[in-house]
């Protein structure tokens, strides 16, 4: 077969015209020839294959000029590189969508701004950890101050204590700094993006260490929660507790998806196998939110040496027990030790009282 118009050519790849001149201006599908009179672009038949994965890859929406590397790998790279272009575009629309979310839910509160410059509430707070009964190392942080409550989980073994502290630490400098309303979220992303590579970090060359985190960052009257893992968030506000985070972890999506219902996940042997972690892949993703802090409200933070152990109706129990942070902690950690604590205990508890 000879050469084929532009036209022609167009037609067989699934392009126009119009974007074959631009590829050919970019360096990025040149014609096999071109007329020298009339000037018109001629193809080989066997430039196909590559004009339409050129095609293919634009549908994607990838940029030009990672086009022309994919172009130029062996199928398998290029395989691997177009997995990773769309693991990104799906974390950058998990972004986008968190943000739509969080301007639809303070657009109908009535709000006409994100920023909240001046402090309205404060916090009273209390944080502790416990080994347990069954464990003999400790793999918890739970830190607490006047903006910043957070608690990490490092899996057992050789640097999850170190793991867990990264993590925290990690996020320590962001209470440190007036953060206007509208940059806590994106700030606190980038807090926990740091915090997977700290914890990367500390791999070594036969194990790599993760761990969860879950943390709340006060900004005036904002609260921003970041959540990895299965470490929890509750909310106990007018006497009824929420939970305000999803585990991370292989029985939840089996929950999620219909197969186990929520009593064979609580006694499920895999029950703590987790889906998302810090340090656990190549790029983490986090589930971030903003709320707003009232007056009256308590929260609390914990593993799930606290949640695994003891029910909803015990934690709700004991947080209305008692007006103070640090004797709910106490308390607390006390519920999981009296059922056999076979696990690390962290806990955060913090009241959120008009400034």
């Not at 986008?96 to 909240?116: I, K, Q």
């Not at 806590?184 to 260490?209: I, R």
């Not at 909310?235 to 929950?255: C, I, P």
């Amino acid at each position: 077969m000879g050469l084929m118009t532009i036209g022609a050519f167009a037609r067989a790849a699934r392009l126009t015209p119009k974007a074959l001149r631009l590829y050919d201006q970019g360096g990025l599908l040149v014609p096999a020839a071109v007329d020298p009179e009339s000037g018109y672009r001629l193809y080989d038949p066997a430039q196909l294959p590559v004009a339409r994965l050129v095609a293919q890859l634009r549908r994607l929406g990838m940029p030009l000029a990672t086009i022309r590397v994919v172009c130029d790998l062996e199928p398998a790279a290029a395989a691997d590189a177009v997995t990773a272009y769309w693991r990104q575009v799906s974390a950058d629309t998990a972004a986008r969508a968190r943000l739509a979310t969080l301007l639809v839910d303070h657009l109908s509160e009535g709000g006409t701004t994100m920023s909240d410059p001046d402090p309205t509430v404060v916090v009273r707070f209390a944080a502790g950890c416990d080994t347990g009964l069954v464990r003999d190392s400790n793999e918890d942080t739970a830190y607490a101050s006047e903006r910043l409550l957070a608690v990490a989980d490092g899996m057992r073994g050789p640097g999850g204590a170190a793991a867990s502290a990264a993590a925290v630490d990690a996020l320590k400098p962001l209470a440190l700094t007036d953060v206007p309303g509208a940059d806590l979220l994106t700030m606190l992303g980038g807090a926990v993006s740091a915090a997977d590579s700290a914890v990367h970090g500390l791999a070594t060359d036969t194990d790599q260490p993760v761990t969860t985190l879950t943390a709340l960052l006060l900004s005036g009257s904002r609260l921003a929660l970041v959540h990895v893992g299965d470490t929890r968030a509750y909310l106990l506000r007018g006497g009824e507790l929420s939970l305000l985070t999803q585990d991370h972890t292989w029985v939840q999506t089996q929950v999620d998806q219909g197969r186990l219902d929520r009593d064979q996940a609580a006694t499920h042997p895999q029950r703590a196998v987790l889906v998302r972690a810090l340090g656990g892949g190549r790029q983490v993703e986090a589930d971030l939110a903003l709320r707003t802090a009232v007056p009256g409200d308590r929260y609390l933070l914990c593993s799930d040496g606290l949640s695994a152990v003891v029910d909803r109706a015990g934690l709700g129990s004991a947080l209305a027990a008692t007006d103070d942070p640090e004797d709910t902690v106490r308390a607390l950690i006390d519920l999981a030790r009296a059922e056999g604590a076979p696990d690390n205990i962290a806990c955060v508890v913090a009241d959120v009282l008009a400034a």
